[in-house]
């Protein structure tokens, strides 16, 4: 069964002050925006994701949200996993390896630097710095995800907001 996994950076969040620490940030305007926009072109591409996984930072579970919500994904079924909040690109591959083969599509929500790390670590894909609410899509034939290990996964793209308003 083919397998594809598809990385979401969360969506543009509050700047981190004295008085909200930094998980608690939630999305802004533009990030509700921009994972509107984003959450759109997945549906308009004919993602049917089977399972999505987010860290439980706001403005991850928020992103996640919005993107569910656009591809009829029901809300209350997304995965909350802590560890995506700062356990590094070690706990991500952790995530992906404990899905269930019969798993076809995984969105993952998490946040940079680890969720470009991780992209570049499956794929051997040179992304660079992932956008906000920038999407990678990669995808493996004849594994299990707990197969998934360094550059084990094909780029498939990386699409951001701004590619997808300036082509509208």
Same mark, same amino acid.
């Given at each position: 069964?083919?397998?594809?996994? !598809?990385?979401?950076?969360? +969506?543009? +969040?509050?700047? $981190? ?6 998980? $608690? ?15 759109? &072109? ?8 089977? !399972? /999505? ?11 996640? #949200?919005?993107? +569910? ?6 809300? $209350?079924?997304?995965?909350?996993? $802590? ?12 995530? /992906? ?9 995984? #969105? ?10 991780? +992209? ?6 040179? !992304? ?6 920038? /999407?990678? !899509? ?6 299990? &995800?707990?197969? /998934? ?20």
């Amino acid at each position: 069964m083919k397998k594809r996994l !598809i990385l979401v950076r969360h +969506a543009t +969040a509050e700047d $981190q002050t004295m008085m909200i620490r930094d998980f $608690q940030r939630e999305l802004v305007g533009k990030g509700k925006a921009d994972a509107l926009v984003m959450g759109k &072109w997945l549906a308009n591409n004919d993602v049917v994701a089977d !399972i /999505i996984v987010t860290s439980s930072a706001p403005r991850a579970a928020q992103t996640a #949200v919005i993107l +569910a919500d656009q591809i009829a994904f029901d809300s $209350q079924s997304i995965i909350q996993k $802590q560890l995506l909040y700062d356990g590094g690109p070690r706990a991500y591959l952790g995530v /992906i390896n404990d899905i269930a083969d019969t798993t076809g599509t995984v #969105v993952l929500v998490g946040h940079n630097p680890d969720i470009t790390y991780f +992209a570049e670590y499956l794929s051997g894909a040179d !992304i660079g710095s992932m956008s906000k609410c920038g /999407i990678v !899509i990669l995808e493996a034939d004849g594994l299990g &995800w707990s197969e /998934i290990s360094s550059k084990t996964l094909k780029f498939i793209s990386y699409t951001t907001a701004r590619q997808i308003r300036e082509v509208s």
